[in-house]
């Protein structure tokens, strides 16, 4: 479990860091987007073995409606991570999400949530939820005032669904394919 919550801890440190010390920050110039970078990558390989050598109370296991539901929020959460993607125009969701890839984000976890009722998962998925939801009240707060951006041609929000549906049939292939199940 130490190494989960280290790479927990290096995960919220490498993406805060920005926000809460942004004179150090601004001091390492592009240097530190390297410097986040490694950490970052760091704090996933540390969360991944953390999370799969880590032991827990098992509060609830998957069932097939959880299962259910938990893959269609994983299309939810990818269809609004990816409005968030381009800049410029967006498609309709996109104009009323001030953060669709942190919220996209938070759907991820919550789901992932639903069907890992153990705690290893709560420390995981519940630390990576309350992490976006911090981001989201932090950015809120230094930034201001959101306006909007510009809608995009209806065409782009069916290839923003035909996407997501891609990459999610790709998540669950690997996911299968890395030995868990990820149907019902």
Do not use: C
């Not at 190494?3 to 920050?25: Q, T, V």
């Not at 990816?82 to 942190?102: C, E, F, N, S, Y």
């Amino acid at each position: 479990m130490a190494a989960l919550i280290l790479g927990l801890s290096l995960w919220w440190g490498a993406h805060l860091f920005k926000r809460l010390a942004p004179a150090p920050r601004a001091r390492l110039g592009n240097g530190g987007k390297a410097l986040v970078a490694v950490l970052l990558v760091v704090s996933v390989v540390l969360m991944v073995l953390g999370y799969k050598s880590a032991d827990g109370q098992v509060f609830w296991g998957r069932s097939p409606a959880l299962v259910g539901i938990n893959n269609l929020l994983m299309l939810v959460a990818f269809y609004v991570y990816a409005v968030g993607g381009p800049k410029g125009p967006r498609i309709w969701l996109g104009t009323k999400l001030r953060h669709p890839q942190l919220t996209g984000f938070s759907i991820w976890a919550l789901a992932h949530l639903l069907v890992n009722g153990d705690t290893p998962s709560f420390v995981l998925f519940g630390g990576l939820l309350i992490w976006a939801q911090v981001e989201i009240v932090m950015i809120n707060a230094q930034d201001g005032p959101w306006t909007p951006p510009a809608r995009a041609p209806v065409a782009k929000e069916v290839l923003y669904v035909v996407v997501s549906l891609v990459v999610v049939g790709v998540v669950m292939a690997i996911h299968n394919w890395l030995g868990v199940q990820p149907w019902g």
